[in-house]
Structure formats: structure tokens, C-alpha cells
């Protein structure tokens, strides 16, 4: 007799929780579980490797080592092409496989709100790739800066600018403010990093506007103290290699980072099914499909909504709903009925630099080194693995009393593959 | 009053003891050290990167870090193009540079024997971007082999070639042993990964003929105990994606490393002296240039004879020649003749695979568990910067107990760069 099988895309957040929950209540169904990579990738820390603090490895585990005691869970690396939901049929680049459940959990991408072109002088931050990029660009403005002789190409390459005043973007602006002030003002001999411009770019009236106004102002003087200079009410109109236009006005920077918008997967449009206007997929109570109960959406990729407002694109709300879809998928076993998802919001919190962070949860509101603290638990807490937990823990530890960052390397992308790859 | 200015080229362990030791004497001379990339690399760590078990960031340091407490050194990024010595004058991609004394330390490449056509099949290991590329390559093969149906497919996909039976082959091919019986053992449902084929090649009559001959046989039953099948007095003629000859024999294999030959720096063909049959810089007793007593050359890029053999290319004799030549320049301000280089042999060691090694020191012989324990000792005691230490014990000690790796990621290099970049 065949087990019921579910097929789970995307070892994110949510598929992940999707899978271990399926996974944990025993052998009755076959889980597989596919991404494009092979590791699940926390996040929420990927500033970090972008900003030189942490290794690509210390924020991303196989997912096949985190599911490796679930003997009932495949993990494949597959691209997946088209879903035929009508035929309960996916097509893959590895081929093609059917399913009586389907968990879509694909997550989103960078949004250059029409400006696509702008993409390869302002990279986004949501891989591993990317993440390596920007500190390949990051650091080498830094060495460019030391052999120049021009001032002019010293200001452009000592001129950042973050666009987006979100989470991402604060992280950004902050960890670049400390790396300049911190961790590479002694190894320079002709550039003061600590002279480096900052700017974090917001089109909105605040910066952290899902946060209280009284917590946005406080990490903008946060970040003002870091050297961050925070311009709001700011539109891009303009990106290319040398700088970037604000408004009417011309800023020359060398180096441009994109925090700004998001997209969801190309996988969405080929569905077959109406979309929300951003591209999500609205999805029903249960998180499933309309007209397709055994096929359900979660995390970045669907659309939700909740007391009239949708749910924004958070690893807890994507967590929660994997528990809920597999709890569904198990209840069905049970021919029991279904629950509806609720989304229980536990608070919010955004990092801004060394001992500097904002909380709000509930009625809860922190700031400064108290909030920064709570946030380094959290993180720790959350990180998936006890193996990075422990890395990370030591690699923080030593860049707070060193005030250095451990993973400094340029790295090229220099090496050739197999020619047809 | 200007300084003399000392040039070197190349942070690893001849430029960067050169660097050190100068650095150290005082303000007397101006220090600049050019590299291509921003970091030292610790390569007797390299095979670990490319085998999943250690992080780039684990094995690699900006040199700029390294050097900041000497303020008389500055590091820049740069790339040599031709050096005209008798204007005592450099060019490189980021202007001339003159020198008072140049100190050329720019190491190997890998040689393919004129079959340079072979390389996209069989990377080498000399660089961190080579070290990932492997690191792919190997879990690429076990992901595919995975969701492969076909079995000779899945035969080519795990069946791994190391061309080349010195200490970097032979650490190879051990690990490749060890991650396939204990690491990936239990993550995958399809394949079972300890029925990999590793197939250790080496040209001359036994693996490690730099040690002696009872140490090479019982490094080659260890790694029989790993899997690993040595093939000694067999030559390469071909390969391609699909597999390499040996002799006449065809072995379809999805993964073929190249641990055979170097060859010495592009730069020595430019300098415009005669150069030794292998492409080596040769070099006077005090390690100078004929006719150009102020430009030196050492580590792999020199050729040094010293009781009728040429000095071979390890850290040690990089190393011992980089303060060799420190204190020739030094004596050279203070009017005192030079000394000639002597090389000091303390010893080698190669190791195979968890606890087993072999060490070769004086009249020493160590095999097994004790040398596999001298040999972790030496490499943490050597490896560079407080910071990596720490990190590489905990990461061993993590994998000794676990079995596991800490850094099993397939990186892409898909990421766009600047267009033109």
C-alpha cells in the first residue's frame, strides 16, 4: 500500500516547519521536500555575511542534515517549472512528480519596481550569492579607496547607499557604519574609513514604518550616531554604475544596495490562478488554494489576510503557517475538518548596530543595548542548529570585544565551470 | 628624508614573513606588500574547505588585518604585470610602483602538464575559489546521484578521480573516504553513500615519495581502510566531462580533481632572466637575482639548490627564505654582508583521514593516531590570526564527534556582477 505523498517546495522557513511537523507525526505519509539549493538559510543573519561578520556556512545547514533523523523525508535539489494542478503534477528540471498534497513555500525575490536594469549595479539581499557579492563589493571599494589618488573617485568609493528603510535596510546602513567606524579604521594607511558617507534612502515619511513612530525615530538617531545619514521622503529615480539619482539631486557612489521591494516567485504566474496585485497568491482560511484543497501556499509567497490587513513577509508568519498546513494535511488523515490559520504576532524587533536594536511586542517597547540583547537571543535561539548556534555565538563574541568581523575575504567568482554549466 | 622602499608581491607565507619580520625592525624602511586577493590563505587547509569541512572564512585572513599593528606596512590590492629590473620599477593594474629593493613571492599554479584543456574537468587546489568549485562539484555528485534513476549515471556520479599521490592528493582522497562512509551516510534515502569509488592516481611507483617508503605503504593501507583504491605507476592520458583514461583503461567518473603538477608564476617568463627547466626563478645563495642583488625571489616561484636537490614547494621553506631575506636587507642598511640562505628541514607530515597520518621528522616515524594528533597540533599552532585558531578546534572537534561537516554548501556563482566586471 502506498502512503499518501506530500511534496514540499521550498526549505525555507516555512517548508521546512512544514516538513518537520509531517515529519515528527510518524510513517504515514512519504514527504519530499525540494529546493533549488541545498541548504536551508537563515535569513534573518544574511546582513551579516554581507557585512562580513559571519560565514556563508554559519548562517545555512543542508536541509538534509536538519531532516536526516526523519527517515520518511527525501530532500532533492530540483528547479521546479510548472505545477499542473488540475493533474496533481509537477515538472521539474529532475523530472516530474505527483502528489496528493502540495505545500508551496517558494518565498520572494527583488522587486526593482520596473527598473530591472538596476538590478547589477544594486544588488538585493535574499541568497547566499548575493550575500557574498555584497561583501565583495563592500570591501573592495574599501581597498580601491586605499590606491586611489583621485579625491573624487575616493568620494564615490567611500559613498554608500542603501535604499530601503525597512528592517534590511537598517541592518545594512548600521553594519556598515560600524565596520567603517570599528572594525577597518586601523588597517588603512591613506583613507580614514571613518570618513565614509552613509546614506539610507527611504521613499516613505519614516524609516521602520511597521514600528511604533517614537521606535523609528530612536533608530535614526541611532543610526546618525553610527555616521548613517537618513534621508526619507526620498525616491530613487535613477541607478547605474556611478551613483544614483534621488529626486533630482545626483549622488556618485560606488557602491549601491537594494533593501527596497519585494516580488514574489516567477512559480506564482504559472499557476493558472488569479493574483493579488503585488503577485502573491491569495490563499483561503486553511492557507489552500481555492478550488484546490490539497494544494496550499505559505510564507512570502502567499496572501493572507488578517483583521483586514496582509500579513507581511516574516519568517514567524511563515513558521506558523507551515505548523498549520502540516497540522491540516495530518487532521485530514483523520478525516478531521480543518482549522482556519490565525496568525499569533509575537512582536517585532530590527537590529541596528553594536549594543543598538528597537523591540516592540505587545505593549512592550525596548531600545538600545536592552533591546540588543533581546534581539541576540532571539536569533541565537532561533538559528537553526545547534552546530551554527555555537559558531555564532563565538564569532559575535569576538567581534564585540575585538571589534573586528571574522570573514573579511574578497572572494572572485574568477573560476571557471564545466563550459556548458 | 625618504625611506628605501621594500616591495613585496604576494601575501602568503614568504611575503607575509618577509613583511613581518621587516616590519618589525623599526621605521628604517617604507613596506608595501601587493597581493592579488585581500587575505592570506593558510593552504595546507585548503583540501578542508574543498572537502565541506571547514569555511573560507576559517582558513583565510585580510593580510591588511594581519599586518595593522605595523604602521610602516602598507597592503594594496594589486595585480603584477611586468617588473623592469633594471629601472627598479613594477607595473601593475593600479599604477608603477618604484622600489629600492623587490621581494617576489608570488608562488605556483597548477600545471596540467601542457594539457591545460583538462583543467575545467579536473580543477586544481591552489585558491579559495578553486576550493568552493570543488566543494560543489563533490555534493553536486551525491545531490544528483540522488534523484538519478539510471545506474550507470549514478556510477559516474559517485565515482571520484584524484590525479596526483602527494600530501594534497592523498588528503583528497582520504576525505573524500571519510565524507562518504561517516558525513553524508545518513542523509540520503536513494544512494548509499559508502558504496562511493575513490580512486587515488599517482604516476610514479608509490603515493608520498617524498617520505619514506614504509610510511607511503602504510598511508596507502589507511586509505584502503577509508575506500579509497590507490593506483600507483599509472599515467593520465585523457579526460572530459564524462571520465579520464588511465593508461588505456577508461573510468567514467562525474568528479576528477587534479593534485599533479605546478608550474611557477606567469610573471618569471617576463622578467626577462633565464629560468630553470621547471619554469623556476634560480637564485643566488643569499636568494637575490643574478646581477640584480636588490630583487629576491622565494618560495615556490625560486629555484634553490641545496646538497644537489631543489628545496621543495611548502610552507616551511617560504617561510624560513621570507627571514632570510628580512635579515639580508636589514643587514644592508647596517653595511654588513649578506648571509646565505640555509634551509632547515623539521620535518613532514601528511595526513590521511580522521586519527590516521604519518610524520616524518629526523629520525622520527610517527603513524596513525599519534601522528594524526601531532599533525592537528602543528597546523592550529601554525595557522594564522588567534581568531581562526579557535574557530578550526571548534570546527574539528565539532566534525570528530558528530561525524559531520560544518560547511556543506553548494555555493553558485550565479550571481551577476558589473557588466563589464
Keep these: 500500500m502506498s502512503r499518501p505523498r506530500v511534496i514540499i517546495v521550498g526549505g525555507g522557513f516555512g517548508g521546512l516547519n512544514t516538513a518537520k511537523k509531517l515529519a515528527a507525526a510518524g510513517d504515514a505519509l512519504e514527504i519530499v521536500l525540494l529546493d533549488r539549493h541545498n541548504y536551508h538559510l537563515f535569513q534573518p543573519l544574511l546582513y551579516q555575511v554581507a557585512m562580513a561578520g559571519l560565514s556563508p556556512g554559519e548562517i545555512a545547514s543542508p536541509v538534509r542534515s536538519l531532516l536526516s533523523s526523519y527517515k520518511n523525508v527525501q530532500c532533492l535539489m530540483a528547479d521546479v517549472q510548472t505545477v499542473q494542478l488540475n493533474e496533481n503534477k509537477m515538472i521539474t528540471d529532475i523530472g516530474e512528480f505527483s502528489y496528493n498534497y502540495l505545500v508551496l513555500a517558494c518565498g520572494a525575490h527583488h522587486s526593482y519596481f520596473g527598473h530591472e ?12 550569492e548575493q550575500a557574498t557579492e555584497v561583501r565583495r563589493r563592500v570591501l573592495l571599494a574599501f581597498e580601491r579607496a586605499e590606491s586611489e ?25 548600521g553594519a556598515l557604519g560600524e565596520i567603517s567606524r570599528y572594525a577597518l579604521s586601523r588597517d588603512f594607511r591613506h583613507i580614514d574609513p571613518r570618513r565614509t558617507r552613509i546614506l539610507l534612502i527611504e521613499a516613505g515619511p519614516r524609516i521602520l ?16 550616531k553610527l555616521g548613517v545619514t537618513v534621508w526619507t521622503s526620498t525616491s530613487v529615480t535613477h541607478i547605474d554604475r556611478k551613483g544614483v539619482k534621488l529626486g533630482n539631486e545626483w549622488v556618485e557612489a560606488a557602491t549601491i544596495l537594494w533593501a527596497a521591494g519585494v516580488k514574489p516567485s516567477p512559480l506564482n504566474a504559472k499557476l493558472g490562478v488569479p493574483l493579488e496585485r503585488s503577485g502573491r497568491v491569495p490563499v ?9 484543497p490539497q494544494v496550499f501556499v505559505i510564507g512570502d509567497q502567499a496572501y493572507f489576510e488578517q483583521n483586514g490587513k496582509s500579513l507581511p513577509g516574516l519568517a514567524p508568519v511563515a513558521m506558523q503557517q507551515g505548523q498549520s498546513v502540516a497540522n491540516n494535511i495530518l487532521r485530514g488523515l483523520k478525516s478531521k475538518p480543518r482549522e482556519a490559520f490565525k496568525y499569533i504576532d509575537k512582536g517585532q524587533m530590527a537590529t541596528i548596530g ?16 536592552l533591546a540588543w540583547y533581546a534581539w541576540l537571543l532571539v536569533h541565537i535561539y532561533y538559528l537553526v542548529g545547534f552546530h551554527n548556534r555555537i559558531f555564532v555565538l563565538i564569532q559575535w563574541a569576538w567581534s564585540y570585544f575585538t571589534f573586528r568581523r571574522g570573514a573579511q575575504l574578497i572572494v572572485n567568482k574568477e573560476w571557471r565551470s564545466f563550459p556548458d554549466s
Design 354 to 369: 553594536r549594543r543598538l536594536a528597537i523591540v516592540q511586542a505587545g505593549k512592550l517597547r525596548l531600545t538600545g543595548r
Design 117 to 128: 536594469e538596476w538590478e547589477p549595479f544594486a544588488p538585493g539581499l535574499k541568497t547566499l
Design 209 to 224: 514604518p511597521s514600528f511604533d513612530e517614537r521606535l523609528s525615530q530612536r533608530a535614526t538617531r541611532d543610526l546618525e
Design 284 to 292: 483561503q482560511q486553511d492557507l489552500s488554494l481555492k478550488g484546490h
Design 149 to 173: 589618488r583621485d579625491s573624487a573617485v575616493i568620494k564615490s568609493l567611500l559613498t554608500f547607499v542603501v535604499v530601503g528603510g525597512g528592517p534590511t535596510g537598517v541592518e545594512l546602513a
